[in-house]
């Protein structure tokens, strides 16, 4: 049975910074694609950071670019997501998934499950 669970969410002033985890059990990170999404209030879900499994290459958002630092830990099956200078528009709920199966593409939300449940991430003018 496939988890994925997302923690290490809160609140945060604008310029600050949060590290998420998101701990896998029933696949190993090293394997397969991880890749974190987040939804705002009354927005769809948008693909933040992804990284592949193999030559570990990354993707970040163009929103996020140069904020945001995507890794992976694999003796401890975990991807996390280091967030930097963090913005009011980063408020969302923050979700990783998994994608087990190889694509071109970068960080396409529908590519991926095993949604956790999510972890809130609220940053404050």
């Known amino acids: 049975d496939v988890q994925l669970q997302a923690s290490g969410g809160g609140l945060v002033q604008a310029g600050g910074s949060l590290r998420l985890s998101c701990a896998a059990s029933g696949i190993r990170v090293d394997r397969y694609a991880i890749g974190w999404f987040r939804q705002a209030p009354g927005k769809g879900r948008e693909g933040v950071s992804c990284?592949?499994?193999?030559?570990?290459?990354?993707y970040s958002a163009d929103s996020v670019k140069g904020r945001f630092t995507i890794s992976s830990d694999n003796a401890k099956n975990t991807v996390y997501l280091l967030m930097d200078s963090l913005k009011p528009e980063d408020t969302a709920v923050y979700y990783c998934a998994v994608r087990r199966y190889p694509s071109d593409s970068d960080c396409e939300p529908w590519e991926y499950d095993n949604w956790g449940q999510g972890t809130l991430v609220t940053v404050s003018s």
């Open positions: 990284i592949r499994s193999g030559d570990g290459s990354t």
